[in-house]
Each structure stands twice: as C-alpha cells, then as structure tokens.
C-alpha cells in the first residue's frame, strides 16, 4: 500500500500520506502504526501504544463477557413407558434446572415397536409442560426425529409486580349519632370558615332500670295453720 490515511496519537486526522512518511511519523514518537480499517480506499492507520491498545481491547471484552447473559441448555431424557417414581424424579430436575434459568432440552427415547405410537410421547412430554407450567414454558413444541422426541423448555420470566393504588379506609361502624353530628358541625363550620361550636359529648345511654319482682310468699308452717283453725 503505497499510502495511507493517517490519524495521530492524539485521535485528530493527518491526511493521506506515504506508508514511509507514516512509518517514520510512529517513529519519531516512539509509537506504532496500526492497521486499523484494511478495507477503506486508502487503508486507514493510526499512531498508538499498541501494547496498551491490546490491553485496552482485551479488558473491554472481558466487560462485555462478565455483562453477557449465559445461556445454559440441559438435557434430561425420558423413556415413553416411565414409571411414576422415575418421572416425578426426572420432573424434579426439570424444576430445578428451570430456577436457575435454564433451558431444558426434554427427549423421549423410542425403541422397537414403540416408534408407532409417536403420541404416546407427545403427550408424555406435554404432561411434563403442564406440571411444570408454573415455572417454565414451551419454546420449541414436541418435534420427531428419527427415534427421538425432543421439546425444550424455558425459564418463565418474572412478572414486575404491579403497584395497587392504596384504597380509602371505611370509617368505623360503631360511632354514635352525636359523632356523626359533631362531624358534619365541623365540616360545614370549616365550609364557612368559622370554628366549630363545642359540642358536648355523647353520653351514655342509660340503662334501663330493673323492675321490681315480688317475693314469693313463704308457706306457713302446719303447726301454725292447725292453730289459727
């Protein structure tokens, strides 16, 4: 390449000059010239520390790595005619694979004569779906190939929880009339603009009074009754 297009050490832009120009430009100030876009017409060169330029380079994508989600897919493996122990086995690692937020790959092995019921498979893994519909979801529906059944699994995203406005508290059932009274004095005295008159207080409904009972009457002695007769 006879020349290039050159950008300093300090980011501003020389021009097109010649390669030797450029070379002995890097040079002078004890820097390299890097090849920074090949396929521009001249190739763009720019003047830097190239060893703390690779450094710079490979600590941003180490960033970007540690920032970057991974994305882990597991595999569990079933067989058309499992028995309820080792479903509810192999639905627990389902469970707990789906918590941590990875992808399940679900396959159903077929052997034989069972390749002619592909349905039973089907419906073995959309039963596995259902059971475990609380925290996963399907994201590749029940596919054939070949001897194998396979259907993949993906973590439910959490819901952000929405904010319920706070709801009027219902005043008490249990005040008297003269509250309710002593309220509406005050709302229509702060309506006027005026303070409300004092009130007197509720008082207590009075009990109402026993009544009298009459003694029952004590029968005379015998002796007595033979006496006066």
Do not use: W
């Not at 439910?156 to 319920?164: D, F, G, L, M, R």
């Amino acid at each position: 390449m006879p020349e290039v297009r050159l950008i300093g050490e300090d980011g501003n832009q020389i021009g097109v000059i010649k390669t030797d120009q450029a070379l002995k430009y890097a040079q002078e100030r004890d820097l390299d010239l890097v090849e920074v876009a090949p396929d521009s017409r001249p190739p763009v060169c720019r003047v830097l520390d190239y060893s703390k330029y690779k450094y710079e380079q490979e600590q941003k994508a180490k960033a970007a790595r540690r920032h970057q989600k991974q994305i882990t897919i597991r595999e569990i493996k079933l067989r058309p005619k499992i028995a309820q122990n080792d479903y509810e086995t192999k639905k627990g690692h389902v469970e707990r694979f789906l918590r941590a937020q990875d992808k399940v790959k679900i396959t159903i092995m077929f052997r034989g004569r069972e390749t002619t019921h592909p349905e039973r498979g089907e419906q073995l893994l959309m039963r596995l779906a259902s059971d475990v519909g609380e925290i996963g979801t399907i994201e590749q529906r029940p596919n054939l190939d070949g001897r194998n059944m396979t259907m993949v699994l993906g973590p439910v995203k959490p819901k952000e929880s929405a904010e319920h406005p706070e709801e009027p508290r219902a005043e008490p059932a249990t005040q008297g009339k003269g509250s309710r009274r002593n309220r509406a004095a005050a709302e229509a005295a702060a309506a006027r603009g005026t303070e409300p008159a004092e009130q007197p207080a509720d008082e207590p409904a009075e009990e109402p009074a026993e009544e009298p009972t009459q003694a029952e009457e004590e029968p005379e002695p015998e002796s007595e009754q033979r006496a006066s007769a």
